[in-house]
């Protein structure tokens, strides 16, 4: 069901697809406070990833579900203009992809935080230090020297 005027959505969609949204400010602070140094938004790396961590060749993305097509509610898509929404999100799916395959080919490691897994913190910090403490052992997930 989509509940929202096209009016709305269109102002909500605005909104999400800026930078400095809400979600990504939520990251930002989280990853601070975890202790990790990063800059925002490089614009010489492909994507312009919203957070990156040069001493550990890693980058993050914040995704808005809606706009990067994630399979939960939130990113559902409206009832109307079916095809629109498919063809705009699938290039945006496509795009993404694209972008990953580029910064792992230029030795970076990629995460993608969906905006709805903001809302379980303890879980999204685990899924944070996860990663990037990976990157600090050398990039070799799941190994540990015995
Ligand atoms: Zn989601």
Redesign the pocket.
Known sequence: MDTLSTEQRSRLMSRIRGRDTGPELLIRSMVHKLGYRFRVHRRDLPGTPDLVFPARRSVLFVHG?FWHG??????RRPSSNVAFWDEKIRKNKERDARVRMQLRRAGWRVLAV????IKDGSTLEKKLTGFLERQAAGGRPGRRCS
């Open positions: 579900c994630h399979s939960c509610r939130c990113g969906w905006q709805c897994e």
